[in-house]
């Protein structure tokens, strides 16, 4: 008898739970979640479909309510707080970029794979316990610290347009995409990050951008630092490279074929990608023995561009003249 009673007691109280009236202070919130429909793109189901959230038409939300959504779209619909938030504990993604945000307690949402909070006004950002996220985008923010250690199958990181001076990325193993510009970054450490495919760290402080272990890299956007070096010579995949104003001299891109094929077009339209606001005194390219035109220019009006081929030293001939001949493989100067 006193297990049944036990029984029914236990019942009672999930159902009480469950029933509980979510506190909710944010107008503006809690009528967008009050909008949501099968209709709006606001909440989703667990298949994917968007779905109505106050199911009782009780002008609530129920604790039992808010288990149902997957996730939620707030984009954009001036929200101060987003207190309540932690009730929705299945949410996976949480799109609430561009309100006014000052701070968003997330610690409940251990389920949580992607968040974009971008274009609020964060100051701190908690993600300790979102252990699953796989996707942040946190631009455009107020955030001096960001603490990434914990979220080690984070594959997409945005965190541009804040006031970081130090961003810790060892942790950080599977990260693919990765966008820090217009930070306070003084150094950047990315030897753990071997799968890093595209890289932008434009408008920072760095002296330093060590890429030897980022051998996947397929873009590089790094202008406006305080380079003096950069050594692409392991980043053979590299097919996209901006590095202006920086205090560079040298710049060798002739590990690169496919930044290589690219490079006429990148030198005659001013080299703003590459030269700008740097002090070049020599570039060396790798380019296809049949690109004659782009040899031609290169040879005449930009001597100061070290070429060789990719196509073994068999026929250098192209290389060494000004006029060269491809049908008759004859220099004719």
Aim: hydrophobic share 35%.
């Amino acid at each position: 008898m006193t297990k049944f009673y036990y029984s029914v007691f236990i019942l009672i109280a999930f159902i009480k739970v469950n029933a509980q009236t979510i506190t909710i202070p944010d107008v503006k919130f809690k009528r967008k979640l009050l909008e949501a429909n099968d209709t709006l793109r606001i909440a989703y189901g667990f298949d994917g479909k968007p779905i109505k959230i106050d199911l009782n038409n009780d002008e609530n939300i129920q604790v039992s309510e808010a288990l149902a959504v997957y996730k939620l779209e707030m984009r954009n619909s001036e929200i101060s707080s987003l207190e309540g938030i932690e009730n929705f504990k299945n949410l996976t993604i949480l799109y609430c970029d561009q309100n006014q945000l000052e701070d968003i307690d997330i610690k409940g949402l251990t389920k949580l794979k992607e968040l974009d909070c971008e274009r609020n006004k964060l100051t701190k950002l908690d993600i300790g316990n979102n252990a699953d996220l796989i996707g942040l985008d946190c631009s455009d923010n107020q955030l001096p610290i960001l603490d990434i250690s914990k979220n080690t199958v984070l594959t997409m990181l945005d965190c541009s347009n804040n006031k970081i001076s130090n961003l810790n990325t060892a942790k950080n193993v599977s990260l693919t995409r990765f966008w820090c510009n217009s930070n306070q970054l003084a150094g950047l450490d990315l030897s753990k990050n071997l799968h890093l495919n595209e890289l932008e760290c434009n408008k920072n402080q760095l002296t330093n951008l060590d890429l030897s272990k980022n051998v996947s890299l397929t873009r590089v956007f790094c202008c406006a630092n305080l380079l003096t070096a950069l050594d692409l010579s392991k980043n053979i995949e590299l097919s996209k490279l901006q590095c202006s104003s920086n205090k560079l001299k040298t710049l060798d891109i002739s590990s690169s074929k496919k930044i290589s094929s690219n490079i006429l077009s990148i030198i005659k339209n001013g080299v703003g990608s590459l030269e700008n606001n740097n002090d070049l005194a020599l570039i060396k390219i790798n380019i296809a023995i049949q690109k004659f035109d782009e040899i031609k220019y290169l040879k005449t009006e930009r001597p100061d561009v070290v070429i060789s081929t990719y196509e073994g030293s068999g026929n250098d001939l192209a290389v060494k003249c000004i006029n060269y001949n491809p049908t008759t493989n004859t220099c004719i100067n």
